[in-house]
């Protein structure tokens, strides 16, 4: 088996600067690094990542917390996160919390036991009181999530204004008893979202009653339940904003089932611009995001703050969403009829 005095030999050179080359470390040039690189590639040699990260004192590893992988939005997330990880020499592991609070924690004591070097907190479901000890063993960036005045570093959209242009949205297509689907958990972008959708409401002397609110939302299902709901209850519903594409493919689903024409009889905005919205019929009006962003931003921010062991000063990133409008709201060529 070679060593890395058979690659310093090879090469021509000192197993300091081999060593400086496989640790990553500055002042070697080009020519070195090519000469090492190709030692290393004729003998078959391996570095040994284990002595290398106790030397280092770090894992090269970032633990990502979230509700659920199946969930398409954090599915996307995880892929645009490890890829950028990746680049920077890390790993990515994911933690699903399934939006227990004591499952949270305990993924977070992966941080305080030196497991990992870092967090990303794409969910949140302790208060911050909780959360917040654990920045005394390492940096925690919030991505997705965010709250107002906390001290971490946040990268997200506005989802109070995306709420917004989605009710209002709705309202310009004449809709005038309006729905809201959510996935029930108050969380901050929760309420966030619910606060904007109420405030273009309230605008136009409209209101979101409480038969109007369906809580609890979060898959294909949910929202085939949800239709199933409004059409027995609330049949007079001519418009719904959900939380996630998903359900707003349930519902669309369910209403054309029934007979219900989209987005005549009802118009249906989704959130995460998933391919499963453009591939209904018809394809599903919906809120994106930036996630490939988002996601170079975190890591680019958490690779920072581990590297140069800052004290993750406060830092936000509000990132650019866009309403993308499909035939799922396009409401304005059909007048509406009486079901």
């Known amino acids: 088996m070679a060593t890395i005095e058979d690659v310093a030999k090879l090469a021509g050179l000192s197993r300091t600067t081999v060593s400086r080359v496989i640790n990553n470390q500055p002042y070697v040039t080009e020519e070195k690094k090519i000469k090492i690189n190709e030692a290393m590639k004729e003998l078959g040699y391996v570095p040994n990542s284990s002595a290398r990260r106790l030397r280092s004192q770090r894992t090269e590893t ?13 599915g996307q997330l995880i892929e645009s996160l490890e890829q950028k990880a990746s680049d920077y020499g890390y790993q990515v592991i994911v933690c699903q919390t399934h939006d227990k609070k004591y499952k949270e924690l305990d993924y977070l004591q992966l941080l305080k036991t030196k497991q990992v070097d870092g967090v990303i907190m794409a969910s949140l479901t302790n208060e911050w009181m909780d959360i917040e000890p654990f920045l005394d063993s390492g ?3 919030l991505c997705n999530e965010y709250m107002e005045t906390q001290d971490v570093t946040m990268i997200h959209i506005d989802h109070k204004q995306a709420a917004y242009d989605a009710a209002l949205h709705l309202i310009e297509q004449g809709c005038r008893r309006i729905a809201y689907a959510s996935g029930g958990r108050e969380t901050y972008i929760s309420k966030q979202r619910k606060i904007g959708f109420c405030d273009a409401l309230r605008e136009h002397n409209m209101w979101l009653s409480k038969e109007l609110e369906i809580n609890e939302v979060l898959d294909v299902g949910d929202g085939q339940t949800t239709f199933q709901y409004l059409k027995v209850h609330q049949p007079e519903v001519d418009g719904i904003f959900t939380g996630s594409d998903e359900v707003a493919a349930g519902i669309v689903y369910a209403a054309s089932k029934e007979g219900w024409r989209i987005p005549e009889d009802l118009a249906v905005v989704g959130f995460d611009n998933q391919m499963l919205s453009l591939l209904m019929v018809p394809a599903i009006t919906t809120i994106e995001q930036p996630v490939e962003q988002i996601a170079s931003k975190t890591i680019q921010v958490l690779v920072d703050q581990i590297k140069n062991k800052l004290s993750a000063p406060t830092q936000r990133f509000v990132y650019p969403y866009e309403l993308i409008k499909r035939k799922s709201t396009d409401c304005n060529t059909v007048k509406k009829t009486a079901r």
Do not use: K
Request: no cysteine.
């Open 62 to 74: 970032i633990a990502v917390l979230l509700p659920r992988v199946t969930n398409p939005f954090f």
């Open 139 to 141: 940096p925690i960036v």
